[in-house]
């Protein structure tokens, strides 16, 4: 269970959603986070609005669930739950908006028998569909396993401030005071290490380039997702377009849509390509011998902190290639064609239809240069190499059987990719034959 907690604002209008807002009240919970809402506010002299903004101001994510009523108007002329919803928008609050499908049955006490607010309610709809974190439930709890699956996965892309326990926690002082005590360790452990150089001139001098100096990084998460593809009918075909398509080219492309759960592999494979591509870096060890004797069976392991993906040519391929999705014409776009089309181009419309297809074209260098070197690199241990690289999920293994003094041994590349954002410290051990003692040292990594 992770130990950060967050603060789930829950927005909606009240009569009509009270055993929807209680059910996801209660999911919320279920996930191990806090719940706020409208239930959580005490009577008092102060102003509705500002107690509201206040509870909004201090949570780290809202969700908005959307009936068929528009609710209570505030003195401004929009309702509450709109009002919410903006004031969340403004303030850069990750918004999550649950919209009850239009064309599910509702008694008369949960839809609006105002027509202006009812004009109103389709205008807020259409603002929240344009919200990138948007899906449609029918039934409560249909609607709670959305936000179930939902929350997690925008928890983990976009982290909050959240909360943690007391206990879990240091004050700014002793964090400053850990960090520059931290520096003077390393400084200290640095100094002891050239001075043992100089001291023991008849023993190797391994000195690792990978490294340099502390590393800044930018994590921007991809947030463009494929959309799940419905079905259509012949129903849903306009009347002037229903000459052009037959209940055969229905059946073709319902056929041949691809399926919910192949929509989430190929956006979960998409966020990683895009992750790979905007935010990893790449990185080309290099172990010198700088003493006056001979080193052998070298190790030098590199951990980074969990929030660091490390790829060698054994995994990187999976990230490299922008995934592929295949999507059929709709017959609906077919029909418009056709119809556009003057009738003795007709033969060469049916031969377009036949020649549809996607295609994607790989055209970016950096990319293509990678792709390159992963096809001509055999990874793993070799018993006839001297030197070679393992890379576990988090970390880097650097082996080589010996190393004359004055030499150098470069690597195959390895490429580091953010999963997330955070602060840490990457520890980097060397050991030979030659050896006592290994030598440690860090260097900070910093993901924001």
Same mark, same amino acid.
């Given at each position: ?60 994510? *809202? ?6 009523? *528009? ?8 309702? @509450? ?162 000459? @052009? ?204």
């Amino acid at each position: 269970m992770d130990e950060k907690k967050y603060q789930v604002f829950v927005s909606s209008t009240y009569e009509d959603l009270f055993l929807a807002r209680k059910k996801i009240i209660e999911t919320v919970l279920s996930l191990y986070h806090f719940p706020v809402g409208m239930e959580m506010f005490s009577a008092d002299d102060s102003d509705q609005w500002d107690i509201i903004k206040g509870m909004i101001d201090g949570t780290d994510y *809202y969700v908005v669930i959307i009936g068929h009523k *528009y609710g209570s108007i505030a003195p401004s002329g929009v309702s @509450y739950t709109e009002m919410e919803y903006d004031y969340a928008k403004s303030l850069g609050v990750p918004v999550l908006a649950f919209i009850r499908n239009r064309n599910v049955g509702t008694t008369p006490s949960e839809r609006e028998s105002d027509s202006l607010k009812n004009e109103r309610l389709e205008k807020f709809v259409e603002k929240a569909k344009s919200n990138k974190m948007c899906d449609f439930w029918d039934s409560i709890d249909d609607l709670a396993t959305k936000v179930a699956i939902a929350l997690p996965k925008i928890m983990m892309r976009k982290p909050q401030t959240g909360w943690v326990r007391g206990n879990q926690s240091i004050s700014k002082e002793i964090s400053e005071e850990l960090a520059e005590l931290s520096l003077e360790n390393r400084n200290l452990r640095e100094r002891v290490r050239d001075f043992e150089s100089q001291t023991q001139g008849d023993k190797p001098i391994l000195n690792v380039s990978v490294i340099e100096s502390n590393i800044q990084m930018k994590f921007t998460p991809f947030e463009c997702q494929q959309e799940y593809i419905k079905k259509i009918t012949l129903e849903d075909i306009p009347s002037d377009l229903s000459i @052009y398509v037959t209940q055969e080219m229905i059946d073709g492309y319902n056929k041949n849509i691809p399926s919910d759960n192949e929509v989430d592999k190929y956006n979960h494979k998409l966020f990683r390509y895009s992750n790979y591509t905007h935010n990893s870096l790449e990185l080309n060890p290099v172990i010198v011998n700088s003493g006056r004797r001979l080193a052998t069976d070298i190790y030098v392991e590199i951990e980074f902190p969990e929030f660091i993906t490390v790829l060698d040519s054994s995994n990187e391929s999976e990230y490299i290639i922008e995934p592929e999705l295949k999507l059929p014409v709709s017959p609906l776009i077919k029909a418009r064609e056709k119809k556009d089309l003057p009738a003795i181009f007709a033969p060469i419309g049916n031969l377009i239809d036949g020649l549809r297809d996607y295609q994607h074209v790989f055209n970016d260098d950096i990319l293509l240069g990678r792709l390159n070197r992963i096809s001509s690199v055999s990874p793993g241990f070799s018993p006839n190499r001297n030197s070679w690289v393992n890379c576990e999920e988090h970390s880097i293994t650097l082996r080589a059987k010996k190393l004359l003094q004055s030499l150098k041994i470069d690597f195959d590349s390895v490429v580091i990719v953010p999963t997330g954002t955070g602060s840490g410290l990457i520890k980097v051990k060397i050991i030979c034959e030659e050896f006592v003692e290994p030598i440690y040292y860090t260097r900070e990594i910093t993901v924001s």
